[in-house]
C-alpha cells in the first residue's frame, strides 16, 4: 500500500504566503492607499495639522492672491492655492514598502519643496495623525489576515 501526502503542497502554500506578507508591495501599499483620502481630506479641505488644530489663518495680502484663482473666501490655511499638492499624491515604492509622495510638490529653481515651506510657517502638516496611524494598522493587519485565509 501506498501513502501519499500533500505535506509539501501545503507547506510551500504557508511559505508563498509568508513571502506575500514580507512583500511591500502587498501591506504596505494597501495601507498607505487606504491613508491617502484621509490625508488629502484633512489638510486640503478641513485645513487641519497633524494634531488636529487648525493649520494657520491666511494674511489678507495672501486673501486677494487666492481670489485671482477663484479660491474660497475662508481665511483658513487648506495648503492649496493652484491645487498642485492635493492633486499630485502618488504611492512611492521604497525599499521598505510604500510612502505617499506628492508629484505637484516642486517649486521651480528652489531646493525646497511647497511642503517644507509650508511645514517651516505652520508647523507639521503631513505627519499622520493618530486616526490616520490606526487607519493603517487596522489595514495592514486586515490585509495580512485575509492574505493568510486565502
Known amino acids: 500500500m501506498q501513502i501519499t501526502s500533500n505535506i509539501p503542497f501545503v507547506i510551500g502554500t504557508i511559505l508563498s504566503k509568508f513571502r506575500e506578507l514580507d512583500n511591500p508591495e502587498t501591506i504596505s501599499r494597501a495601507a ?24 494657520g489663518t491666511y494674511s489678507n495680502s495672501y486673501m486677494k492672491v487666492r481670489e485671482r484663482y477663484n479660491r ?40 525646497k519643496t511647497k511642503t517644507d515651506y509650508l511645514e517651516e510657517k505652520y508647523g507639521d502638516i503631513w505627519l499622520l495623525t493618530e486616526k490616520e496611524q490606526d ?9 495580512a489576515i485575509a492574505l493568510i485565509k486565502s
Open 135 to 143: 487607519i493603517t494598522r487596522i489595514v495592514a493587519e486586515e490585509t
Open 32 to 55: 498607505a492607499l487606504a491613508v491617502l483620502p484621509e490625508l488629502r481630506n484633512r489638510i486640503h479641505v478641513e485645513g487641519l495639522d497633524s494634531k488636529g488644530a487648525k493649520i
Open 72 to 111: 474660497t473666501a475662508d481665511k483658513n490655511v487648506v495648503a492649496s492655492l493652484t491645487r498642485e499638492l492635493e492633486n499630485g499624491y502618488t504611492l512611492k515604492a521604497t525599499e521598505n514598502g510604500y510612502t505617499i509622495d506628492n508629484l505637484g510638490n516642486t517649486i521651480e529653481g528652489d531646493t
